[in-house]
């Protein structure tokens, strides 16, 4: 159970994990689109993806980022990738 005393909202996980762990979950989210990318799939799928599973509201103790974050990292990231030519 917790650590702390009853009513205590403190996360029992340390701040700078979660930190780190988000870090790590924009990192994951631009691999990902690189091999979607590689593989042929439509990268913007995840975007939108996350637009529509990620809630706007996050949770202080959540492990992922800020959906707003979320989202700016995933565009700016599609837009470095290179441009495919249509069929």
Request: aromatic share 6%; proline share 7%; no cysteine.
């Amino acid at each position: 159970m917790g650590g702390g005393a009853e009513g205590d909202t403190r996360p029992s996980v340390p701040m700078e994990y979660l930190k780190l762990w988000r870090s790590y979950e924009l990192d994951a989210d631009q691999v990902a689109l690189k091999i979607m990318d590689v593989a042929g799939y439509d990268p913007a799928a995840l975007l939108e993806y996350i637009r529509r599973t990620q809630r706007p509201v996050s949770n202080v103790s959540s492990a992922l980022p800020k959906r707003e974050e979320r989202i700016g990292a995933l565009e700016a990231a599609m837009a470095k990738l290179p441009q495919r030519g249509g069929m």
